[in-house]
């Protein structure tokens, strides 16, 4: 069930980056033109897209996240979220967190990120025994 979740993310964000490519793409008579213009422009960011769903995908979220070249999206703590990104350069599995207490209670969330962060290629996922674990472990990045 846990793939089906990251497949449905996957799925959303090939959407996304689907329709701007289609809505882009010259008509054949003025590609030529365009290739001059597009080779100056760089490369709008892709950016993070970040899920959360619930135990047997009874539930998902998901929020699109870009911190360059500074945090926005409609993530509600885009500079928190980025910020933890800086520390651990990156690497979700090194994110600071938010050290606190949770319960043994087990209600299994599942998160994922897709994209790229800073123009690097991101593909990660991990499963949290229950939401507090989850925020304990990677803070910030997945309060939406």
Known sequence: MHRTAALAA??????AAAVPAAAASPAPDTAAASAVSAADKP????????????????????????????PSGPHPDAA?????LDEARGDLDRL?????P?????????????????????????????ACELSTATGALFRF
Do not use: M
Request: proline content about 10%; charged content about 10%; overall charge positive.
């Open 80 to 84: 928190g979220a980025c910020g933890a």
């Open 43 to 70: 490369a709008p960011p892709r950016g993070l897209f970040l899920t959360v769903s619930g135990a047997e995908n009874s539930w998902i979220r998901g929020v699109l996240l870009h911190c360059s070249p500074q």
């Open 10 to 15: 996957v799925a959303l964000l090939a959407v």
């Open 102 to 130: 949770c319960t043994k209670q087990y209600d299994p969330v599942t998160v994922s990120a897709t994209g790229a962060w800073r123009g690097r290629p991101t593909a990660w996922h991990k499963t949290f025994a229950n």
């Open 96 to 100: 600071p967190g938010d050290p606190h």
